[in-house]
T-cell receptor, first 117, second 115 residues
Framework: AQKITQTQPGMFVQEKEAVTLDCTYDTSDQSYGLFWYKQPSSGEMIFLIYQGSYDEQNATEGRYSLNFQKARKSANLVISASQLGDSAMYFCAMREGLRREGNQFYFGTGTSLTVIP | GAVVSQHPSRVICKSGTSVKIECRSLDFQATTMFWYRQFPKQSLMLMATSNEGSKATYEQGVEKDKFLINHASLTLSTLTVTSAHPEDSSFYIC???????????FGPGTRLLVL
């Protein structure tokens, strides 16, 4: 089974509008972390936001917020007030077994976001 | 956030030669570094996990004799692609993580083209 599922290969959003990028995950661990990364055409993976499984509040970082629904095992990324520079690939990732060394990240297949002027 | 550098950013080499890629954590000590490979329009594929001072742990299907990883210090890991072939052409990205921290910070990547 896929550990991380991103069902939207491509998304379009009008500039200044908000957009939600979907991510669902699969784990039997009680302790895990969820991450979102942005990859522009240059290739660099840019860390956006992190949510720990025990965090009760949804994580927010500027225009990014993570809509964490534990029972549904979803961790959607919400980008508010989209900007042209937000056009990029977005990857959802999970690390199981927090505080255990060596555990790898699992990445989704990514969502390509295009912001339309 | 933390800063991770990678060098070179782009390399073109002849088939049969070896290529070394460096990954450095610039403002923190990285007890664990990871090496990924990414094909166009695809997700990242973990190749190996590198812990400082010990042998790297390779993912299934990754040839350890072909992709040599050395994590000699807390700020430097190297990936050497030995006897490179055109099918090794890809985008290689490293990431680094502080001990006890959860977030991985990625380098800018290295585009390898083997002719």
């Amino acid at each position: 089974a896929q550990k991380i599922t991103q069902t939207q290969p491509g998304m379009f959003v009008q500039e200044k509008e908000a957009v939600t990028l979907d991510c669902t995950y699969d784990t039997s661990d009680q302790s895990y972390g969820l991450f979102w990364y942005k990859q522009p055409s240059s290739g660099e993976m840019i860390f956006l936001i992190y949510q720990g499984s025990y965090d009760e509040q949804n994580a927010t970082e500027g225009r990014y917020s993570l809509n964490f629904q534990k029972a549904r095992k979803s961790a959607n990324l919400v980008i508010s007030a989209s900007q042209l520079g937000d056009s990029a690939m977005y990857f959802c990732a999970m690390r199981e077994g927090l505080r255990r060394e060596g555990n790898q990240f699992y990445f989704g297949t990514g969502t390509s976001l295009t912001v339309i002027p | 956030g933390a800063v991770v550098s990678q060098h070179p950013s782009r390399v073109i080499c002849k088939s049969g030669t070896s290529v070394k890629i460096e990954c450095r954590s610039l403002d923190f000590q990285a007890t664990t570094m990871f090496w990924y490979r990414q094909f166009p329009k695809q997700s990242l594929m973990l190749m190996a996990t590198s812990n400082e001072g010990s042998k790297a742990t390779y993912e299934q299907g990754v040839e350890k004799d072909k992709f040599l990883i050395n994590h000699a210090s807390l700020t430097l890991s190297t990936l050497t692609v030995t006897s490179a072939h055109p099918e090794d052409s890809s985008f290689y990205i490293c990431s680094a993580r502080r001990q006890g921290a959860e977030t991985q910070y990625f380098g800018p990547g290295t585009r390898l083209l083997v002719l």
